[in-house]
């Protein structure tokens, strides 16, 4: 069974940081594209980044270029999500998503969502 659980979500204020992780398990990273997207009350959900299983090659939304990282570790079954510089339009749920072979495949597997608030 493929299960993604996300973790590392919470508050911070403005212009501070926060890693998020993903833990996959039933499935390899080196077979799974691993996205993650977030979606803010009101709005669409929307992609941030993605990791791609077959070189680790990363793509990401404009919105985060440049303060966003993503990055995995196949020993640990685990993706993370650094962000830095955050903002308070990056308020939202972030989730992680796995999608077969390549990026820009369906995502037919996603993690429960862990909350992200940027406030002071």
């Known amino acids: 069974q493929l299960q993604l659980v996300e973790s590392g979500g919470g508050l911070v204020q403005p212009g501070e940081s926060l890693r998020l992780s993903c833990v996959v398990s039933?499935?390899?990273?080196?077979?799974?594209?691993i996205g993650w997207f977030r979606q803010a009350p009101g709005k669409e959900r929307e992609g941030v980044s993605c990791i791609s299983p077959s070189d680790g090659s990363q793509h990401y939304a404009d919105s985060v270029k440049g303060r966003f990282a993503t990055s995995r570790d196949k020993a640990k079954n685990t993706v993370y999500l650094e962000m830095k510089r955050l903002r308070p339009e990056d308020t939202a749920t972030y989730y992680c998503a796995a999608a077969d072979s390549w990026c820009f495949n369906t995502y037919d597997y996603w993690g429960q969502g862990t909350q992200v608030t940027v406030s002071s």
């Open positions: 039933g499935f390899s990273l080196d077979s799974y594209a």
